[in-house]
């Protein structure tokens, strides 16, 4: 019995984090938003882009002068685009930049939800086996694998901290329940 209540945990740590995390993630964007809301009552500002969005997966560069869509066709583009509330730039954008010049946008952490799946089973699995200190291992090499793309972008190494504390939270929660409550 106890091998189901292992791997219920395993399947339970791995994959029911994702949607936790990705709650994290728009909990997190809701007080930016807030913020950002506050700053631009003060400040006749526009709206909020995808190049400002810290939880968004990709960022963009803010268009030329005249390169913006209309609000209606910006509106009807964002709720086209979007992958898990995170921004996205257009289908256009991204495969061919328009003869405007136009940089395309670039993705950043990508591979983030297989990673953060086999991040959760490691951490709970290391709990459940009593060696915690691999935790120390999957963090180290999470780290050093993404180290140049969050040395380079600020938004990445907030989404990687974030994402990184949510889902190593869920999955050491999920494995202590299942070590105390259900294997005893």
Do not use: H
Not at 60 to 65: E, N, R
Not at 91 to 108: C, D, E, K, V
Request: aromatic share 4%; glycine share 12%.
């Amino acid at each position: 019995m106890n091998a189901v209540w292992i791997a219920a945990a395993l399947l339970t740590a791995g994959f029911v984090g994702w949607p936790v995390t990705a709650l994290v993630f728009r909990l997190a964007r809701t007080i930016d938003d807030k913020a950002d809301a506050d700053a631009d009552a003060a400040a006749a500002g526009a709206g909020r882009d995808g190049a400002d969005d810290p939880s968004a997966d990709v960022t963009v560069d803010s268009p030329a002068t005249g390169d913006s869509p209309a609000t209606g066709d910006r509106a009807t583009g964002d709720r086209a685009n979007t992958v898990n509330g995170d921004i996205t730039v257009g289908a256009g954008t991204a495969a061919a930049p328009a003869s405007g010049g136009g940089a395309p946008a670039t993705r950043i952490l990508r591979g983030g939800a297989i990673i953060g799946v086999l991040e959760r089973l490691a951490v709970c699995l290391a709990i459940l086996a009593g060696q915690p200190v691999a935790i120390a291992y999957v963090v180290a090499i999470k780290g050093l694998g993404r180290f140049a793309e969050l040395k380079e972008t600020p938004v990445a190494a907030e989404r990687f901290i974030i994402g990184t504390l949510a889902s190593m939270l869920w999955a050491a929660g999920v494995a202590a329940l299942t070590k105390v409550v259900l294997l005893g």
